[in-house]
């Protein structure tokens, strides 16, 4: 079957046809979504018929698979991230504008999100393209934004006061954390990354885990992040995904940020997630 790319906006995203991840996927057809994800930042695969094995298959030909580092993977497949929410649930996993796992030292390089079970309507996801959120900025912001660097850590997320009311890691019953309260990571990176394969600079700060600039304190960072975490959801820079049963995203981390919409209560979705492990950002 021919392939077809059909972007879904101008800033982000494709749809992605006449790939089946269940079966082997040949290397003449890795490349073209491999280049459909460097072009787009995001790629969307309907009507997949997948086993976490299967996923774990595809997300392993992008390189080695992370184990979340603060979430209980699903039983029996460590690398495999179950993301619940239940229709008696208020919290969802995700629900704010991030990039995954920045706050290791070696961020995740893309993700795999395949769609088990979706409400009727709601649970989509947006996507947010960091090149244009960069261009977009004056020459004189830029510059300084080059020089700086920011501390990535999951204190404000990975707590259980976090988890208990409004936050998003999923609601305690649903998710689990495989850590003790007090387990956390950090990490130190360009504010402005250089993607690896294409050479674009990238806006890499993210309201989850950027709590402040290297060597300034979190009230001096907060009035610049704060204008960076608005501008770079400006809706020019998006797409939003709407999800079918089958559905599976594949994000770009590197150049990217998404934001899971908690606007189905009452109603039951289940992801399941792969992240690759990426290279320490430069
Ligand atoms: C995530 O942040 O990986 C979750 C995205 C989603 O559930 O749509």
């Given at each position: 079957m021919?392939i077809?790319?059909q972007p879904?906006?101008p800033a982000v995203?494709?749809?992605?046809a006449g790939v089946?991840?269940a079966?082997?996927v040949?290397?003449n057809?890795?490349g073209?979504?491999?280049?459909?994800?460097?072009?787009h930042?995001?790629?969307?695969?309907?009507s997949q018929v997948?086993?976490p094995q299967d996923l774990?298959d595809f997300?392993?030909?992008?390189?080695?698979l992370?184990v979340?580092?603060m979430m209980?993977?699903l039983d029996g497949?460590?690398a495999?991230?179950?993301i619940?929410?239940?229709?008696?649930?208020r919290n969802?996993?995700?629900?704010?504008?991030h990039?995954d796992?920045?706050?290791?030292?070696?961020?995740a390089?893309a993700s795999?999100?395949?769609a088990k079970?979706?409400p009727?309507?709601?649970?989509?996801?947006?996507?947010?393209?960091?090149?244009?959120?960069?261009e977009?900025?004056s020459?004189?912001?830029?510059?300084v934004?080059?020089g700086?660097?920011?501390?990535?850590n999951?204190?404000?997320?990975y707590?259980?006061?976090?988890?208990?009311?409004g936050?998003?890691i999923g609601?305690?019953?649903?998710?689990?954390?495989?850590?003790?309260?007090?387990?956390?990571?950090?990490?130190?990176?360009?504010?402005v990354?250089t993607h690896?394969e294409t050479?674009?600079?990238?806006l890499y700060v993210?309201?989850n885990?950027?709590v402040r600039?290297e060597?300034?304190?979190e009230?001096?960072?907060?009035p610049?992040?704060?204008?960076l975490?608005?501008?770079?959801?400006r809706?020019e820079?998006?797409?939003r995904?709407r999800?079918?049963?089958?559905a599976?995203?594949l994000w770009d981390?590197r150049?990217t940020?998404h934001?899971?919409?908690?606007?189905y209560?009452?109603?039951?979705r289940?992801?399941?997630r792969?992240?690759?492990e990426?290279?320490?950002?430069?």
């Amino acid at each position: 079957m021919a392939i077809t790319i059909q972007p879904v906006s101008p800033a982000v995203g494709a749809e992605v046809a006449g790939v089946d991840l269940a079966r082997p996927v040949g290397d003449n057809e890795f490349g073209v979504v491999r280049e459909a994800l460097l072009a787009h930042g995001a790629v969307f695969l309907r009507s997949q018929v997948l086993n976490p094995q299967d996923l774990i298959d595809f997300g392993r030909r992008f390189g080695p698979l992370n184990v979340h580092p603060m979430m209980r993977p699903l039983d029996g497949y460590p690398a495999v991230l179950e993301i619940v929410k239940n229709p008696e649930d208020r919290n969802n996993f995700g629900g704010s504008w991030h990039t995954d796992l920045s706050y290791l030292e070696r961020p995740a390089l893309a993700s795999l999100l395949y769609a088990k079970e979706i409400p009727p309507v709601g649970g989509d996801t947006l996507f947010a393209n960091m090149y244009l959120a960069y261009e977009a900025l004056s020459d004189g912001l830029r510059r300084v934004l080059d020089g700086l660097r920011a501390v990535h850590n999951t204190r404000m997320i990975y707590t259980p006061d976090a988890q208990a009311g409004g936050g998003i890691i999923g609601d305690a019953a649903s998710m689990q954390r495989s850590r003790p309260d007090d387990a956390h990571e950090e990490a130190i990176h360009p504010v402005v990354r250089t993607h690896p394969e294409t050479g674009r600079k990238a806006l890499y700060v993210n309201c989850n885990f950027t709590v402040r600039f290297e060597d300034m304190t979190e009230a001096e960072s907060a009035p610049l992040l704060r204008f960076l975490f608005a501008h770079l959801e400006r809706p020019e820079f998006t797409c939003r995904f709407r999800w079918s049963e089958g559905a599976v995203a594949l994000w770009d981390n590197r150049c990217t940020q998404h934001y899971a919409l908690n606007d189905y209560h009452g109603h039951r979705r289940v992801m399941q997630r792969v992240s690759v492990e990426g290279d320490r950002p430069v």
